[in-house]
């Protein structure tokens, strides 16, 4: 919640001093800035709610780690989703390059946030988080989870 506080107050911030000046907005024609838009916001909608279902139905299953679903590429989808296609969406609606950039400050601030979270995740799980950890990005997918995603979707489907 922090985080999204954070990230909405950086991106109004930039947007006021891109009226300040004098910036050029995205060269692209409205219809597609609209699209790229549309396009990010879907993508977190159903990062959003394809991470949340997947806390839920572990939930019932007692308390356990979860890795499956989007956590099987990233720790934190929920919290990428904000991160990466909120300040997307906000800079393709406004045409604004400053906010687009701010994606790495943004970025930085996220993981300063997430270490107290992820030291309770490490205290409570141990080693299973420790190696789930280490291959897993926090907000970006690691090469290794994409592969190890890959190759469990061809072993369901060749079964």
Known sequence: MLGTAISVALWLLLLYLQSWIALPE???????????GLLFGIDALVAIIWAHRSLDHRRTDGEQLVVTGPYALL?????????WNGTAVTAFGLGSWLVLVAVVPLHL??????????AQLAARYGAAYEAYSADTGQFFPRWESLKKTIRAGRSKNSE
């Open 109 to 118: 601030i996220w993981v300063w946030l997430v270490r107290l979270e992820e």
């Open 75 to 83: 720790r934190h989808p929920m919290y990428a989703a904000v991160l």
């Open 26 to 36: 995205f060269d692209i024609a409205p219809g597609w800035r609209w699209f790229f």
